[in-house]
């Protein structure tokens, strides 16, 4: 009975991760809204500092380093990514998609189940 019932739960938590993990995706038009303003975080567990601009700028240091970039939205068959180009963190572009955490945390590019962004705005 112990078992069977241990098995039940787990199940259940495993059925709920991924529905409650797609309740705050952002869509394109919540990225252009959120995403302009200053951010601090990681990047694969490095540390990140952001100015975002609603012009599609990017500028800020990654483990120390100055560096510049932009960001887009794109479209995709099953849901809006944002699109980086960061020179000290990837020189070509990556798109991911973007989760919200509370009002002032974001995360995304979920690799293997695990975010690799992590920023909540300074």
């Not at 694969?44 to 887009?72: E, F, H, M, P, Q």
């Not at 989760?99 to 962004?117: M, T």
Request: include cysteine; aromatic fraction near 10%.
């Amino acid at each position: 009975m112990m078992t069977r019932t241990l098995a039940a739960i787990l199940l259940s938590l495993t059925l709920w991760v991924p529905q409650a993990f797609a309740a705050d995706r952002l869509d394109g038009r919540e990225m252009r809204k959120v995403m302009p303003g200053n951010w601090s975080g990681t990047w694969k567990g490095t540390a990140l500092v952001l100015s975002i601009g609603a012009d599609g700028s990017v500028k800020g240091t990654y483990n120390g380093i100055n560096a510049t970039g932009s960001w887009s939205v794109k479209r995709a068959h099953d849901g809006d990514r944002i699109c980086l180009t960061f020179s000290a963190v990837v020189s070509a572009t990556k798109c991911g998609e973007l989760f919200r955490r509370g009002n002032n945390s974001v995360y995304g590019y979920i690799n293997h189940d695990q975010p690799r962004l992590y920023l909540r705005r300074s």
